[in-house]
């Protein structure tokens, strides 16, 4: 092998460099998965809320304000996102009241309402595979059409 013929430390600094870019790599990857998925969830919902005729639907797009809009799309008041500055307890809480959100907006578009529970399944590491089926389960209810 040609790494034979470089002194030790050389090698060392190649081998390191090679690891150090791998690493990059993933990293500038796994980046652009998340932006891909933040899109597609922020154009699912706005879709959503054009549907329900949100007066603001662009607000999907903007982090806090999504989860306010959700939650007025589902019949609470928006202030409740503010839960969010609790530690723990208060995320808990918004979790909550963004599943039954999601529940009744399910409903209101014609779908199950149980659909809404790949959103808290999603966020324990047990059952991740739910993150995949919330994604489909937002882009079924923005873009199939109900007979």
């Known amino acids: 092998m040609w790494a034979n013929y470089?002194?030790?430390?050389?090698?060392q600094?190649?081998?390191?460099g090679v690891i150090g870019a791998f690493l990059a790599t993933i990293f500038i990857l796994a980046i652009i998965?998340?932006?891909a998925l933040y899109i597609y969830q922020a154009w699912a919902w706005m879709v959503i809320?054009?549907?329900?005729k949100?007066?603001?639907p662009w607000l999907a797009w903007i982090p806090f304000a999504a989860s306010a809009m959700r939650l007025q799309l589902g019949g609470f008041h928006w202030a409740?996102?503010?839960l969010f500055l609790i530690p723990v307890l208060g995320w808990i809480a918004v979790i909550v009241l963004l599943t039954i959100s999601m529940w009744?907006?399910?409903?209101?578009?014609?779908?199950?309402g149980w659909l809404a529970l790949s959103f808290p399944l999603m966020i324990i590491p047990k059952f991740g595979i739910f993150g995949i089926v919330y994604f489909v389960v937002?882009?079924?209810v923005a873009w199939k059409k109900r007979r």
């Open 6 to 11: 470089l002194p030790e430390a050389y090698r």
């Open 13 to 16: 600094e190649v081998f390191g």
């Open 33 to 35: 998965f998340f932006v």
């Open 49 to 52: 809320a054009k549907k329900r």
């Open 54 to 56: 949100h007066k603001h």
């Open 80 to 82: 409740w996102v503010f």
């Open 104 to 112: 009744r907006i399910f409903e209101k578009q014609k779908y199950a």
């Open 138 to 140: 937002i882009g079924l």
